[in-house]
């Protein structure tokens, strides 16, 4: 027969393991809060307004308490838009993939009026947007200084959302022509003539045959000049 005083110290006992594996549980919400900070840093200088959103992390998960959390971009997977985060912990040792959702509010530029196949692009042919840059295709201007001058590559209808596959860059060397190759690096700049090998526009690489014979790659810029940086 079980005495009233071994019953109550069974209950107690069951009572005190019931809690010490309720308090060894991980607390999910603190993982929520992990996530949204881990994506606050991952998203820094993204234009416009950030929101994140960490989606819900099944309450049912028999998780054990961890001291040190890691929070990781999965392979595949960035910061934008709908999204995967993965959280670990090394001990003791688990894993979890939790949904999350970055959105962006931002300007973007569309076409004011219809643009014709090679046309170049001025101010007063684009105006801005606001909306979830997230939603939109890749490759969208956000600044009319990036879309300025460039060529339309295709004709457009008047409110096309603008991106850099249909404007092409303007070229800034031509084949043949001769420029100024700026050799640059820590304490020096040297500039010498050469002759472009091929035609490029602002920002690509182009190969220069100077004085000597010999060929170097640099960068075109505006004003017929190549920048090589050491």
Not at 44 to 51: I, L, N
Not at 142 to 170: F, H, W
């Amino acid at each position: 027969m079980v005495s009233p005083l071994s019953f109550a110290e069974e209950a107690g006992a069951t009572r005190v393991a019931a809690y010490e594996q309720v308090s060894n549980k991980q607390n999910l919400a603190l993982l929520k809060e992990k996530i949204i900070a881990f994506l606050a840093v991952q998203t820094v200088g993204y234009p416009g307004k950030v929101d994140i959103k960490a989606g819900a992390i099944d309450p049912n998960l028999k998780l054990a308490a961890c001291g040190d959390v890691n929070v990781f971009i999965p392979s595949g997977s960035r910061p934008w838009g709908k999204t995967s985060v993965g959280v670990r912990c090394a001990s003791p040792q688990w894993t979890i993939y939790v949904q999350a959702t970055v959105s962006v509010q931002a300007q973007y530029l569309v076409a004011v009026n219809p643009l014709v196949q090679g046309q170049q692009i001025t101010a007063q042919d684009m105006m801005f947007e606001t909306g979830d840059l997230t939603q939109l295709p890749a490759g969208i201007f956000t600044e009319a200084s990036q879309a300025v001058g460039r060529t339309a590559n295709i004709s457009m209808r008047a409110g096309t959302v603008l991106r850099q596959d249909m404007l092409k860059a303007s070229l800034v060397v031509q084949q043949g022509q001769m420029v100024m190759v700026i050799s640059q690096g820590q304490g020096f700049s040297v500039s010498a003539e050469g002759q472009a090998m091929a035609k490029a526009s602002d920002g690509q690489v182009v190969q220069v045959k100077v004085s000597n014979g010999q060929y170097i790659s640099g960068i075109a810029r505006t004003g017929g000049k190549v920048e090589v940086n050491y």
